[in-house]
């Protein structure tokens, strides 16, 4: 019989890094323009971004995914899904 020795480290799922998106990938998800999200940002009603450099910043795609499925949704009709 042969046991095999792992560390503690090696036994615990990685995480996942987070997905970050730059402001055209918010733009895509959300389908608002610029000045609508910093609009938002501004009014603390959409996720704040992080700074990934001296002078750029990015979004967490997992917090842009949820402000977006916080937001009501029309049915085909033009009404709000139930």
Request: charge should be positive; glycine fraction near 8%.
């Amino acid at each position: 019989m042969h046991l095999v020795y792992s560390r503690p480290e090696e036994q615990q799922p990685k995480a996942e890094p987070a997905s970050l998106l730059r402001l055209g990938g918010v733009e895509a998800r959300t389908g608002l323009k610029k000045s609508t999200i910093y609009r938002l940002m501004r009014e603390r009603a959409f996720p704040q971004p992080v700074l990934v450099g001296t002078r750029s910043v990015a979004w967490l795609a997992s917090e842009v995914d949820a402000w977006c499925a916080s937001r009501p949704r029309r049915n085909a009709e033009g009404g709000h899904a139930a």
